[in-house]
């Protein structure tokens, strides 16, 4: 079992939305992309949509290794992990909704969607998802606004899209973080590829005590 600060410590935000969590018997990784180096110690990837930034098979093929469970939302056809080589024996598929075990891990699929946004309709089916790892609750939300389907999670760590446009702005997504209330809140999807560097002060600010930020820029690498 680890405490949240002990587990904050184990997550790193690689780029934009890329996360990565090595715990001490399990590395799993959200939304690859842009991955420098080929490390190949994924025992789970979790994708949330298909997007070029959230779903780069070329990237999941660089932390990718033999027994890598691959996680995606359910209306993601299998012909597209066919075409870029992907191994569909190794894929569990989820919708909005579903719990499941994998490999030792209880995963739920959160919906992930914009409210008013062309961007990511509901009826796409695209996750965010809840882990629980070393007995400490995790949501990484994907690319979604504060809606109905993710104002009930119960996490006590948050990564969440703060970059606007495309998601919630630093304000919206500060506002859903006061509304879920973890204890610890970590801003993704920002400062390269929407949003810009000081969204992250406007975040930290609108949060609310006790919850604690972590500003993505000190674990970026």
Request: aromatic share 10%; proline share 6%; charged share 25%.
């Amino acid at each position: 079992m680890s405490t949240v600060a002990e587990m904050a410590e184990k997550i790193t935000v690689l780029f934009h939305s890329s996360i990565r969590i090595s715990t001490d018997n399990l590395t799993v990784y959200f939304d690859p992309f842009q991955i420098m180096e080929e490390t190949r110690d994924a025992d789970i990837i979790f994708v949330t949509h298909n997007h070029f930034d959230h779903f780069s098979p070329e990237d999941i093929r660089k932390v990718m290794k033999e027994d890598t469970c691959l996680v995606l939302p359910e209306k993601i056809h299998k012909k597209v992990l066919w075409k870029v080589g992907l191994p569909i024996e190794r894929c569990v598929w989820m919708r909005p909704g579903q719990i499941r075990q994998i490999s030792g891990v209880e995963v739920e699929a959160i919906a992930a969607y914009n409210s008013y946004k062309p961007f990511h309709p509901k009826k796409a089916g695209w996750l965010g998802y809840l882990v629980i790892l070393d007995g400490v609750r995790i949501f990484v939300a994907g690319d979604t606004d504060h809606h109905a389907d993710n104002e009930q999670v119960i996490t006590d760590i948050a990564l969440v899209p703060i970059g606007g446009f495309f998601t919630m702005n630093s304000r919206q997504a500060a506002d859903y973080i006061n509304t879920i209330h973890p204890q610890l809140a970590i801003p993704v999807h920002y400062g390269k590829l929407a949003g810009k560097p000081s969204d992250e002060q406007v975040f930290a600010e609108a949060v609310e005590e006790p919850i604690q930020v972590l500003p993505r820029m000190q674990r970026y690498q």
